[in-house]
């Protein structure tokens, strides 16, 4: 099964930026989405962004849009979410999943990383 890794949380003032990493075991047809999603204190785990290993292609999150990127490196197994322009309503945990369908719902996506913590001070 392929395990992922999410590093790059931390804190970090409003307006400012951080790139998170997600690294991959293994690439394979079943985990050929990759996505981000996050869960603020007391709220549900919801959609940031997905892109796919082959294609790249790419969706945000609304929320996000114009202010985040999401981006991979195949050599490296490596997903990455470049946040800019941090917003308090950024803070929370975000997770790094893979599957074979993705999309913007959790159902897309079978495997999931530990979390790492983002936390936007105002």
């Known amino acids: 099964q392929v395990q992922l890794v999410e590093s790059g949380g931390g804190l970090v003032q409003a307006g400012g930026s951080l790139r998170l990493s997600c690294a991959a075991s293994?690439?394979?047809?079943?985990?050929?989405?990759m996505g981000w999603f996050r869960q603020a204190p007391g709220k549900e785990r919801e959609f940031v962004a997905t892109?796919?290993?082959?294609?790249?292609?790419?969706y945000y999150a609304d929320s996000v849009k114009g202010r985040f990127t999401i981006s991979r490196d195949n050599a490296k197994n490596t997903v990455y979410l470049q946040m800019n322009s941090l917003k308090p309503e950024d803070t929370g945990v975000y997770y790094c999943?893979?599957?074979?369908?993705?999309?913007?719902?959790?159902?897309?996506?079978?495997?999931w990383g530990q979390g790492t913590q983002v936390t936007v001070s105002s």
């Open positions: 293994r690439r394979t047809v079943a985990s050929n989405a």
């Open positions: 892109i796919t290993w082959s294609g790249g292609s790419t």
């Open positions: 999943a893979a599957g074979p369908i993705g999309g913007l719902g959790q159902g897309g996506y079978h495997v």
